[in-house]
Nanobody
Framework: QVQLVESGGGLVQPGGSLRLSCAAS????????MDWYRQAPGKQRELVAT???????NYADSVKGRFTISRDNFANTVYLQMNSLKPEDTAVYYC?????????WGKGTLVTVSS
């Protein structure tokens, strides 16, 4: 089993920044894919950013240039640096891992962007 625990969410003003962390534990096998998803009020869960074990990253168009995903394979941790936050970024952010066709999810951390 794999356990994913997100942290770093909170309340931030528009234009501010937050860094989310996701710590993975359990039976972690490299290579794997780690991702951040989010689900905003009234919207479907969407993929925000993804990163391979080799560090190749991809982003949703809505966050390109503002968010950066990174990972520390030795610490089994993935990060999401969020800058220039907008109210529409308000969502529960979920960490996700895929390895050998299996999917694992964290319980989410709430990010609220509001003045």
């Amino acid at each position: 089993q794999v356990q994913l625990v997100e942290s770093g969410g909170g309340l931030v003003q528009p234009g501010g920044s937050l860094r989310l962390s996701c710590a993975a534990s359990g039976s972690i096998f490299i290579p794997n894919i780690m991702d951040w998803y989010r689900q905003a009020p009234g919207k479907q869960r969407e993929l925000v950013a993804t990163i391979t074990s080799n560090g190749r990253a991809n982003y949703a168009d809505s966050v390109k240039g503002r968010f950066t995903i990174s990972r520390d394979n030795f610490a089994n941790t993935v990060y999401l640096q969020m800058n220039s936050l907008k109210p529409e970024d308000t969502a529960v952010y979920y960490c996700h891992e895929n390895q050998w066709g299996a999917d694992y999810w964290g319980k989410g951390t709430l990010v609220t962007v509001s003045s």
